[in-house]
């Protein structure tokens, strides 16, 4: 069984600070979605990254995909309190429809 | 957009009760699935379905059953609830149209309260 593990588990910090979380795994990801989810909302897709190596950017946040596709890491530069909410890695097992999910990074962005 | 809506934001029931949460999509989404999340947890498959009138168990099946009469709705029950049902339940709707990157679209959640 696939285990995803996400850290820091916590992260408080002031905003205009810059930041990074990670995501590993402990087999090679089929394919690796980052998910977003604000205080009493439900996840929202922010990236879905395939190939080893791969950079994505979503304005302040850079998405990175490790060569052998068993890590991945979030950087977020200058954070913002609306980038504040729970950040989760998930990974779409090879032929599945369903999606193993790590059990997030909780960011807090202080004022 | 894809839009995932539950019946409810929040809902207190008694012990012992029947519960259905509803769970509608409108992207005319394959698969669907219901999970609970719990702090410290995370995020716990209970059943998906992948057609109407298919289902699947997850991970936590025990003390829930589902229902798909129709592809846009999937509807999670709790046949008689208990309190350590207390949970956050969302579901979640993804395409089999794009192979390998079976995104999920969730809906805003049913925060559930068992007394």
């Known amino acids: 069984t696939q285990l995803l593990e996400q850290s820091p588990q916590f992260l408080s910090i002031q905003e205009g600070e810059n930041l990074t979380v990670y995501c590993n795994s402990s087999?090679?990801?089929?394919?690796l979605q980052w998910y977003r989810q604000e205080p009493g909302e439900g996840p929202v897709l922010l990236v879905t990254?395939?190939?080893?190596?791969e950079v994505k950017k979503l304005k302040r946040l850079t998405f990175q995909f490790g060569d052998a596709r068993k890590d991945s890491s979030l950087h977020i530069t200058a954070a913002q309190t609306g980038d504040t909410g729970l950040y989760l890695c998930?990974?779409?097992?090879?032929?599945?429809?369903?999606?193993?999910f790590g059990k997030g990074t909780k960011l807090s962005v202080i004022p | 957009d894809v839009k995932v809506t539950q019946s409810s934001r929040y809902l207190v029931k008694r012990t012992g009760e029947k519960v259905f949460l509803e769970c509608v999509q409108d992207?005319?989404?394959?698969?669907m699935f219901w999970y609970r999340q719990d702090p410290g947890l995370g995020l716990r498959l209970i059943y998906f379905?992948?057609?109407?009138?298919?289902?699947e168990k997850g991970d936590i099946p025990e003390g829930y059953s589902v229902s798909r009469e129709k592809k846009e709705r999937f509807s999670l029950i709790l046949e008689s609830a208990s309190t350590n049902q207390t949970s956050m339940y969302l579901c979640?709707?993804?395409?089999?149209?794009?192979?390998?990157?079976?995104?999920?679209?969730f809906g805003p959640g049913t925060r559930l309260t068992v007394t």
């Open positions: 379905s992948y057609d109407v009138k298919m289902k």
């Open positions: 998930a990974d779409s097992g090879a032929g599945s429809y369903q999606l193993t």
């Open positions: 992207m005319d989404h394959e698969n």
């Open positions: 979640a709707s993804t395409s089999s149209g794009r192979i390998g990157l079976y995104e999920q679209y």
């Open positions: 087999s090679v990801f089929s394919s």
């Open positions: 990254v395939v190939t080893g190596g």
